[in-house]
Protein backbone atom coordinates (compact mmCIF):
# COMPACT_ATOMS: atom_id res chain seq x y z
CA UNK A 1 0.00 0.00 0.00
CA UNK A 2 2.15 2.95 -1.27
CA UNK A 3 -0.79 5.53 0.54
CA UNK A 4 0.74 4.69 3.73
CA UNK A 5 3.44 7.10 4.04
CA UNK A 6 2.76 8.92 1.29
CA UNK A 7 1.54 12.69 2.59
CA UNK A 8 -1.55 14.29 1.12
CA UNK A 9 -1.89 18.02 1.06
CA UNK A 10 -4.54 19.79 2.54
CA UNK A 11 -6.97 20.67 0.03
CA UNK A 12 -7.78 24.36 -0.14
CA UNK A 13 -11.54 24.80 0.08
CA UNK A 14 -13.14 27.85 -1.62
CA UNK A 15 -17.21 29.21 -1.44
CA UNK A 16 -18.04 27.03 -4.33
CA UNK A 17 -16.29 23.51 -2.43
CA UNK A 18 -16.56 24.41 1.44
CA UNK A 19 -19.51 22.49 1.33
CA UNK A 20 -18.06 19.35 -0.36
CA UNK A 21 -15.20 19.76 2.46
CA UNK A 22 -17.22 19.95 5.41
CA UNK A 23 -19.53 16.74 3.90
CA UNK A 24 -16.44 14.80 3.32
CA UNK A 25 -15.08 15.39 6.57
CA UNK A 26 -18.01 13.66 8.05
CA UNK A 27 -17.30 11.00 5.60
CA UNK A 28 -20.13 12.15 2.92
CA UNK A 29 -19.01 12.02 -0.33
CA UNK A 30 -21.44 14.90 -2.42
CA UNK A 31 -21.95 16.49 -6.14
CA UNK A 32 -23.21 19.25 -7.48
CA UNK A 33 -26.49 18.33 -9.57
CA UNK A 34 -28.86 20.89 -11.53
CA UNK A 35 -32.27 20.95 -11.43
CA UNK A 36 -33.02 22.74 -14.60
CA UNK A 37 -31.38 19.50 -16.60
CA UNK A 38 -30.82 17.16 -14.27
CA UNK A 39 -27.21 16.35 -14.57
CA UNK A 40 -24.56 16.41 -12.31
CA UNK A 41 -21.31 18.36 -12.18
CA UNK A 42 -17.33 18.01 -10.74
CA UNK A 43 -15.96 20.20 -9.41
CA UNK A 44 -18.90 21.58 -7.74
CA UNK A 45 -19.99 24.99 -9.12
CA UNK A 46 -22.95 27.51 -8.29
CA UNK A 47 -23.64 27.79 -11.95
CA UNK A 48 -24.02 24.56 -13.58
CA UNK A 49 -21.71 24.25 -16.66
CA UNK A 50 -24.27 22.24 -19.16
CA UNK A 51 -26.77 24.63 -19.14
CA UNK A 52 -25.63 28.06 -16.82
CA UNK A 53 -28.24 27.41 -14.72
CA UNK A 54 -28.56 28.93 -11.43
CA UNK A 55 -30.57 25.99 -9.84
CA UNK A 56 -27.79 23.78 -8.73
CA UNK A 57 -28.00 21.65 -5.34
CA UNK A 58 -26.19 19.62 -3.80
CA UNK A 59 -27.13 15.68 -3.59
CA UNK A 60 -25.31 12.49 -2.15
CA UNK A 61 -23.28 10.86 -4.44
CA UNK A 62 -22.69 6.83 -4.67
CA UNK A 63 -18.71 6.68 -4.77
CA UNK A 64 -19.01 4.37 -7.73
CA UNK A 65 -17.27 4.30 -10.98
CA UNK A 66 -15.07 3.38 -13.79
CA UNK A 67 -11.39 4.79 -14.66
CA UNK A 68 -11.70 6.76 -17.58
CA UNK A 69 -7.76 7.17 -17.97
CA UNK A 70 -4.71 6.59 -15.21
CA UNK A 71 -1.04 7.35 -15.33
CA UNK A 72 1.67 5.62 -12.66
CA UNK A 73 3.92 8.08 -11.14
CA UNK A 74 6.65 5.90 -11.14
CA UNK A 75 9.77 8.48 -10.57
CA UNK A 76 8.16 10.01 -7.26
CA UNK A 77 10.14 8.99 -4.23
CA UNK A 78 6.50 7.00 -3.61
CA UNK A 79 4.66 6.36 -6.73
CA UNK A 80 1.32 7.00 -6.79
CA UNK A 81 -1.15 6.91 -9.80
CA UNK A 82 -3.44 9.73 -10.87
CA UNK A 83 -6.20 8.93 -13.14
CA UNK A 84 -9.71 10.15 -14.30
CA UNK A 85 -12.30 8.51 -13.13
CA UNK A 86 -16.06 8.77 -14.50
CA UNK A 87 -18.55 8.68 -11.52
CA UNK A 88 -21.85 6.60 -11.83
CA UNK A 89 -23.23 10.07 -11.40
CA UNK A 90 -21.95 11.24 -14.77
CA UNK A 91 -18.93 13.57 -13.68
CA UNK A 92 -15.32 12.42 -14.96
CA UNK A 93 -13.25 13.84 -12.12
CA UNK A 94 -9.08 14.29 -11.75
CA UNK A 95 -8.29 12.11 -8.67
CA UNK A 96 -6.13 9.30 -7.65
CA UNK A 97 -5.98 5.01 -7.10
CA UNK A 98 -4.73 3.71 -4.25
CA UNK A 99 -4.76 0.51 -2.28
CA UNK A 100 -4.58 -1.06 -5.65
CA UNK A 101 -1.35 -2.80 -7.39
CA UNK A 102 -0.58 -0.48 -10.19
CA UNK A 103 0.28 -3.09 -12.73
CA UNK A 104 -2.90 -4.41 -12.75
CA UNK A 105 -5.21 -1.08 -13.51
CA UNK A 106 -7.50 -0.89 -16.27
CA UNK A 107 -9.09 1.44 -18.23
CA UNK A 108 -12.72 0.62 -17.48
CA UNK A 109 -12.08 -0.89 -14.31
CA UNK A 110 -14.43 -0.37 -11.45
CA UNK A 111 -13.58 1.51 -8.95
CA UNK A 112 -15.02 2.89 -5.52
CA UNK A 113 -14.27 5.86 -3.38
CA UNK A 114 -12.10 5.97 -0.50
CA UNK A 115 -10.86 9.01 1.88
CA UNK A 116 -7.93 9.39 2.34
CA UNK A 117 -6.29 11.39 4.93
CA UNK A 118 -4.82 14.86 4.05
CA UNK A 119 -1.67 16.63 5.75
CA UNK A 120 -3.89 18.82 8.30
CA UNK A 121 -7.17 19.45 6.38
CA UNK A 122 -9.96 17.85 5.39
CA UNK A 123 -9.81 13.89 3.55
CA UNK A 124 -9.68 13.82 -0.09
CA UNK A 125 -11.36 12.14 -2.13
CA UNK A 126 -9.49 8.84 -4.50
CA UNK A 127 -10.25 5.18 -5.74
CA UNK A 128 -9.89 1.83 -5.40
CA UNK A 129 -10.84 -0.99 -7.56
CA UNK A 130 -13.65 -3.16 -6.84
CA UNK A 131 -14.58 -6.56 -8.24
ZN1 LIG B 1 -28.00 22.42 -15.93
Not at 5 to 17: N, Q, Y
Not at 70 to 90: D, F, H, K, N, Q
Not at 100 to 106: E, I, M, N, T, V
Amino acid sequence: MAEVSRIIPAPTPDAESAAFWAAASEGRFTLRRCRACDRAHWYPRAICPFCMSADTHWVAASGRGVIYSYSVMRRAPIPYAIAYVTLAEGPTMLTNLVDCDFDRLAIGQSVALVFVPSDGGPPVPMFRPVV
